[in-house]
């Protein structure tokens, strides 16, 4: 069983900045690529970024590339989201995932990660001026 608790979430302006956290507990956070994913109101939750169980091989869905920026330290079991340049279409919960058949990220983000076996309880970010 592997737990994820994100932090960091918040309110923040239009074109600012919010780094996310993702902190992993229990059965072998190092094998497991982890996935961003977010949900925004009315909307279908849909994958925005992923890393490798091995912190290669970053995935990030198109209208977040050049602004988001995925990083891990697995000696301390921690995933962070680096957002910047954020607009009121980032509003969002953002959800940290994992699974254990994704050790390189593959397709998690194009829709297969939906289905994984671990998430995170979910962060609100709201960019609003």
């Known amino acids: 069983q592997l737990q994820l608790v994100e932090s960091g979430g918040g309110l923040v302006q239009p074109g600012g900045s919010l780094t996310l956290s993702c902190a992993g507990s229990?059965?072998?956070?190092?094998?497991?690529?982890i996935g961003w994913f977010r949900q925004a109101p009315g909307k279908e939750r849909e994958g925005v970024s992923c890393?490798?169980?091995?912190?290669?091989?970053?995935q990030y869905v198109d209208v977040v590339k050049g602004r988001f920026t995925i990083s891990r330290d697995n000696a301390k079991s921690m995933v962070w989201l680096q957002m910047n340049s954020l607009t009121p279409n980032d509003t969002a919960i953002y959800y940290c995932?994992?699974?254990?058949?994704?050790?390189?990220?593959?397709?998690?983000?194009?829709?297969?990660?939906?289905?994984?076996?671990?998430w995170g309880q979910g962060i609100q970010v709201t960019v609003s001026s």
């Open positions: 229990g059965y072998a956070f190092e094998q497991h690529a």
């Open positions: 890393i490798s169980a091995g912190g290669r091989y970053p």
């Open positions: 995932t994992a699974d254990p058949k994704f050790r390189l990220c593959a397709y998690m983000i194009d829709g297969e990660g939906l289905n994984n076996e671990y």
